[in-house]
Nanobody, 124 residues
Framework: QLQLVESGGGSVQPGGSLKLSCVAS????????VGWFRQAPGKRREGVAM????????DYSGLVKGRFTISRENAKNTVYLQMNSLRPEDTAIYYC?????????????????WGQGTQVTVSS
């Protein structure tokens, strides 16, 4: 089994920055993808950023590209999401997710492992 725990959320003014962390524990081997998702009140959950463990590289939602950066520190089994130039529309609960398998369709689908989420609020 794999457990994911997010931290680092909070309240920030527009234009500010936050860095989220996702610590993995349990069976952490052979993870194919690790990603960050978010869900705002009344909206569907959406993918934000993705790391590909096998082939390497990352992908981002067009809404955050150029402002958010996903990275990892293997020695700590931790994936980060650095969020800069935050906007009120970035307000949401942010979730970390992981998968060992190749997705059948979209890279943002087929994630069996999820964290509990961390709240990010961007407001003046």
């Amino acid at each position: 089994q794999l457990q994911l725990v997010e931290s680092g959320g909070g309240s920030v003014q527009p234009g500010g920055s936050l860095k989220l962390s996702c610590v993995a524990s349990g069976v952490t081997s052979r993870l194919n993808r690790v990603g960050w998702f978010r869900q705002a009140p009344g909206k569907r959950r959406e993918g934000v950023a993705m790391l590909f463990s096998g082939i390497g590289g990352a992908d981002y939602s067009g809404l955050v590209k150029g402002r958010f950066t996903i990275s990892r520190e293997n020695a700590k089994n931790t994936v980060y999401l650095q969020m800069n130039s935050l906007r009120p529309e970035d307000t949401a609960i942010y979730y970390c997710a992981a998968a060992r398998t190749t997705p059948t369709s979209s890279i943002w689908e087929d994630f069996p492992y999820w964290g509990q989420g961390t709240q990010v609020t961007v407001s003046s």
